[in-house]
């Protein structure tokens, strides 16, 4: 045989010495049908006259080299694999003389990937390869970063890219490439490249762009050797990757790392809110049973592996210290307005779930605050929610050298507690009740009145999920009711009412929550009594509201005496809620202070017009209004 193969390689050289340049294109494209050859030997004989060829006057073929593709293509389709392993040096050859646009071609191939230019690319990584596995990682990475993107449809020459990229990282160079100890060099950009690209490929068509994406991340994973990365990462998160939360399994994926790299076991989705993203609308790439077979393999092989030294699972570039300020300077470069959505959420997401993991380098939270701010304003909701949400993550981070920027922190959470955008709206005010847990009082005291002013709105707000955020927030607040702030002490009677009618309000996690931040006004402003009440009967049954709200004047017309009167302004400011559970809570709290108020309380407050006001919402359309407003009626016969 090699007998034979030398006589190919020797009359090779002859035919390229004699050959006219018009003629070589043609007598390659020849060739490749004579891989068709029935006989293995000639088979194999055709494809090493091919790489001589190409080998001595490869250079001559750009102007062919769309039809040298094709024609390369076609002729390892179903061909033994002794014979496409030969031709595949030829690949390999055309591809340096003519890299970038050998590599082009090929990606302008139709989709999806056939499994012939797989099979090249594959080629193009693998021990035989030498330099074009960095080159044609390098290439891919640059190919889906760089390549102009629309928001509405895919780009062909990206998706396919994502794909050639699961396949070389398929191949051991590249996988060492990935595990250099450098991290600036592959680790950090391609990391990078694949979360990035789960955020471009989000939307742009049915499904099958993000599924290509969430498997180059977990192709990356497996080539890096990341297996504690993976294990904390389970399937509802690989799932959400490729759904409408692609951003929350992104963060996933970071926590996942940087939680292995510190050695822990990074289980769990890693999501901050995984109750909200159980409900999410994502879709799902497991549905086929070869999936579920090879996915059961998959765990079969890390569970070995786990038994092992748990140090050997993840390689030296995870732990790098620099991998951090890499992945920083990486992501930094996709947060412009020009950059397209995808890349914008993925990389806010990337920074924001990193403040968690950079508490002990202030440079790097410094760093990441900088570029976190600006992201609060983004055109994108998703952008400004990520990037408030990084900003909360502060909480776990904090120390003296946040201070100086703790300001411009609070200021830019308080601006967009009142975005329109309600998610937004509600990370906004979820992220600074986590701020204000650990600033200085001596920071926030000058802006307290003014996050009080503009939280009010929020608290009656018709969505839930900002109502549930904003009376949290209130009850972090109280805390600095201790400093003897006049005007804060103000703030909490002035917004009394709201939280009293809304301990029950119709959804359970508002009463829960204005419940919550009735018990730390009581205790900030030493109303025993209405603390001892709480404590002894809870949080009121939403059937015996009237009975908490008897128990509850009880008290405040005795501790509160000169607040009665804005108290009862209140209530008729409620009297117009939309809900008309709230209307039904104003009326009946209100009835209640008259009736316990004494004869001196009353003098001050304007009793016919109160009463006025509860008559008019007898001729209101909900039964329960009227029924309240009769009641606290009733309570006034002897007034």
Known sequence: MNDRLGVANDLAAVVCALLDASEFPQLLRTLHGGLADPEIDSAIGAAAMCRTLVDRRGAELLNTLQSQVDGIIASIRNKPQPVVDKMLTTVRRLAEVHFKDFIDLLLDQKLPISTEVATIFRALADREAGDLAARTLKYLVSVINDTPLLEDKPVNKVTMATSALTEVLGEQPVSELLRDA????????????????????????????????????????????????????????????????????????????????????????????????????????????????????????????LDEDAADLLPPQASDPQLRQNVINICSKFLSQQRVYGQRVVATTVLAQMLLHCGDDSTLLDQLIQHLLPRVTDKKPKVRKQALRGLGNLEEVWNESLHAQATSILSALTSAAEDQIAPVAAEAVASMTRVVRVVAPQTIMPMLINICYRMRTAFDRKEVEVRTASFALFGELTRFGS?????????????????????????????????????RVAASLEFEGLVTILEEDGQPDPALYDVFADRVATVLVEVAAGRVSGYLDACGGYYKSDWSVVRANAASLAGHLLAHASAETRQRVNVHAQCLLLIRLLDQDSGVVRTKAAKALSLLHDV
Not at 488 to 511: G, I, K, Y
């Open 182 to 305: 450098d991290t600036s060099r592959m680790y950090a950009p391609v990391l990078a490249t694949v979360l990035m690209r789960v955020g471009t490929a989000y939307g742009v068509d049915d499904g099958v762009s993000s599924k290509s994406a969430v498997q180059a991340v977990r192709a990356f994973f497996k080539s890096s050797g990341d297996v504690l990365v993976t294990r904390g990462i389970d399937e509802d998160t690989w799932s959400r990757m490729h759904g409408a939360k692609f951003d929350d399994g992104v963060a996933a994926c970071v926590k996942a790392l940087f939680t292995a790299s510190k050695g822990g076991s990074g289980s769990g989705s890693g999501s901050d809110d995984d109750e909200e993203n159980k409900n999410g609308d994502d879709e799902n790439d497991d549905g086929d049973a070869k999936r579920g077979d090879d996915e059961l393999e998959r765990k079969r092989d890390e569970d070995q592996l």
């Open 483 to 519: 400093s003897g702030s006049t005007n804060f002490l103000d703030q909490m009677h002035a917004n009394m009412v709201t939280v009293l009618v809304h301990v029950n309000d119709e959804e359970e996690s508002v009463r829960e929550a204005a419940f919550g931040a009735l018990q």
